[in-house]
């Protein structure tokens, strides 16, 4: 591992000088044509105001069911006003939001920035070489000090966001502190307590306690309405079933390279036909057989779910943070991810440091793409991301020793997530523990120290394909997606025989897996080199 590391490293500066130094006359020619139509007015490459005279810019976001307005939001007002760019958002819910942002790139009716956009990878990809989007290496060079610290303090950063010809179409958010790539597992303690039950150490145990948590009325109405077990019904943006991920590493099955990825020796192995994953399937359609698993975890929203939460009856569930449920947060506590049937115990579900690595990007259509780049480049600042996450100094946060905390007045009001675009994820920004204190506070560095034993080593992001191969890939995952979870939906709610197994590895063959896994691997072992 230690050696994958060092070769990591290697791969990684070498990405990133590539798109730092704008490697070809091709490059130079693809960020002039980008902004040849700037306005004349001097974008300023460091302090404010980023240009004398104000500039309008129109941004497409997605938005959140707790945020409030963003122009209603501290950090937009007061940054406007420091700025002299005012920003218009189009603000789009997080249900529904994939939908939206395709209509928006295929009517080319473009805004000039998409701000928290959850572009993934193979989007960027085809966007940018579609010329919808542009390259922004030079950009960041030039005019993000801020962002190109953190590329040369992280490698992985420009491994993860360059493509192979040297161009960034997107920016990511950049997580630095641990606790905030990964989703902590929440049990109510309270129940476990009442019914005289331990943490649950296998999925034998899980099973076990949630028929108690059925069966045994903890919540103590006289009604078994008590949910068990519950999830997200989707990963906001249209990318597979989140209860797959969060309990896959109990039959040791892994998320690398961002997909359905094993790596054994050196090899990848994308598992979605295979043994195990038939077992994972069968244990959640047991699951949901017997009113253990949410009958809506495939159909509810964001905000019923994040309802869920904080209704306390809800026995086990999936959050990277207590937000959701602080006013209740003694009722429930962290735990280890739960050792299957052939002893694996793997936390599978994680992000690495460059996370939702489409959260920005910049138009073909934008005319000041310098003071745009400006804008953003703030966010990835310890000053900027505090404005972000924690509003008006005083007003909504006090510094304890240097750390933002929202004041106590203001987290009694519970308009956290009205003041900032950071609450419900994806806002492009610097995550550091400078700024973490609302997302990682005790009880969250807890449940992720029951994590810490079970991650895995190494967890390598989504590869940067070339344009060619990127465009196979994406018509392959989209096909093989798409059958995937349809067919994995129907195998949990028991629309589908287990019997019919061949019959889906077949078809999951018809559809180029294989071919897909030949891709990955050529990737992989680019970055090992």
Known sequence: MIKQRSTITVSAMLALSLALAGCSSSHDADNKNSSKEASSSEVSKTG??????????KMFSRIAPVNGPFKDMPVFQDYAKQSNIDVEFTEVPTDGFQEKKNLLFASNE????????????????????????????????????????????????????????????????????????????????AWLKKLNLQEPQTTEDLYNVLVAFRDKDPNGNGKQDEIPLTARASAGVGLGL????????????????????????????????????????????????????DPEVFSQTEAQYIAKQGSGNVGFFFDQTNNAFLPIQDQYTGIAPLEGPHGDRLQSQGAPVPRDLGSFAITSVNKHPEATMRWIDYFYSEEGSTLLRFGREGENYELKDG?????????????????????????????????????N????????????????????????????????VDVLRNDLDKYYDEQSTKFITGALSFDKWDDFQATLKKLKIEELQKLYQDAYDKVKQ
Do not use: C
């Not at 209860?243 to 990825?261: A, E, H, K, R, V």
């Not at 029951?450 to 465009?471: G, H, N, Q, S």
């Open 441 to 472: 506070p005790p009880q969250v560095q807890e449940a992720q120290k029951k994590l810490d034993p079970y991650m895995p080593e190494v967890r390598y992001a989504a590869p940067m394909f070339d344009e060619e191969t990127a465009k196979k």
């Open 110 to 189: 473009l805004p000039d920035a998409l701000f928290r956009s959850s572009l993934t990878s193979l989007e960027a990809i085809r966007y940018g070489t579609a010329g919808q989007l542009i390259p922004l290496e030079n950009l960041i060079n030039d005019y993000a000090p801020n962002f190109k610290k953190l590329m040369e303090q992280y490698p992985e950063i420009g491994s993860a966001i360059t493509t192979p010809e040297g161009h960034i179409y997107a920016l990511p958010t950049v997580v630095t502190v641990g606790a905030a790539r990964t989703d902590k597992k929440w049990i109510n303690q």
């Open 242 to 293: 989140p209860i797959i991920p969060m309990m896959s590493g109990s039959f040791g099955l892994d998320t690398q390279l961002g997909y359905n990825i094993n790596l054994v020796d050196g090899k990848v192995e994308i598992w979605m036909g295979n043994d195990r994953n038939k077992e994972l399937l069968q244990y959640l359609n047991k699951l949901y057989s017997e009113k253990l698993l």
């Open 403 to 439: 750390i933002p905390y929202y004041t106590q007045q203001f987290l009694n009001t519970g308009n956290q997530g009205k003041i900032t675009p950071y609450a419900g994820g994806g806002a492009p920004h610097l995550i550091s523990e400078n700024v973490a204190s609302f997302i």
């Open 48 to 57: 404010f105001p980023i240009v004398q005279e104000p500039i309008k810019l």
